[in-house]
């Protein structure tokens, strides 16, 4: 168990566009789910955390307004990168947690994003 | 600042030997530790997780945890060209916050 999808896997657009991401857990609900970056060759980067229901938490130096994240329900979570400009090309991976506490995070494959 | 170390790498270890990787932890108030592997453009893999000191085995994987010394190991028993990868250690603070390391790169020799 704990099967995380993420769609899409890889995206070409124009600088300008905004780009929605998904993120499903398909075999558990996660209370919690996480949205990371990660540059070539360096550390994944924590952006924010989401719980169901609420607003996200953004990690310092993340802008809200620029990555929009709902998670509107136990099962979903959405990364919207709104008008992307190629500095935001990079390689993004979602996570799920099943419930509270010490449980491990169950990542999904990630979503390549190149902006031209 | 809560931190998590781990030696960089690159580990080189014969195919066929025990690969030792190690992490130490700051906060001695740390519940949950966590060994993900990544290959190169893939996204972090769960190996093993360990929540009590002593070992814990899983096939030819064995996370060891220290909470006196603060460090969490993962044994790779019998290593493997496929086990070439970078491992992530994660360790879970006081707070549940998961602080990551940034990773040791692990190459298994034909």
């Known amino acids: 168990g704990a099967v995380v999808s993420q769609h899409p896997s890889w995206v070409i657009c124009k600088s300008g566009t905004s780009v929605k991401i998904e993120c499903r857990s398909l075999d558990f609900q996660a209370t919690t789910m996480f949205w990371y970056r990660q540059f070539p060759k360096q550390s994944l980067m924590l952006m924010a955390t989401s719980n169901e229901g609420s607003k996200a938490t953004y990690e310092q130096g993340v802008e809200k307004d620029k990555f929009l994240i709902n998670h509107a329900s136990l099962t979903l979570s959405t990364l919207t990168v709104t008008s992307a400009h190629p500095e935001d090309s990079s390689f993004y991976i979602c996570?799920?947690?099943?419930?509270?506490?010490?449980?491990?995070?169950?990542f999904g494959d990630g979503t390549r994003l190149s902006i031209l | 600042q809560k931190e998590v170390e781990q030696n960089s790498g690159p580990l080189s270890v014969p195919e066929g030997a025990i690969a030792s990787l190690n992490c130490t932890y700051s906060?001695?108030?740390?519940?949950?530790f966590f060994w993900y592997r990544q290959y190169s453009g893939k996204s972090p893999e769960l190996i093993m997780f360990i929540y009590s000191n002593g070992d814990k085995e899983d096939g030819r994987f064995t996370a060891q945890l220290n909470k006196a010394s603060q460090y969490v190991s993962l044994l790779i028993r019998d290593s493997q060209p496929s086990d070439s990868a970078t491992y992530l250690c994660a360790v879970m603070d006081s707070n549940y916050q998961l602080i990551w390391g940034a990773g040791t790169k692990l190459i298994i020799k034909p």
């Open positions: 996570s799920a947690r099943r419930g509270r506490g010490n449980q491990p995070q169950h």
């Open positions: 906060d001695r108030g740390s519940q949950s």
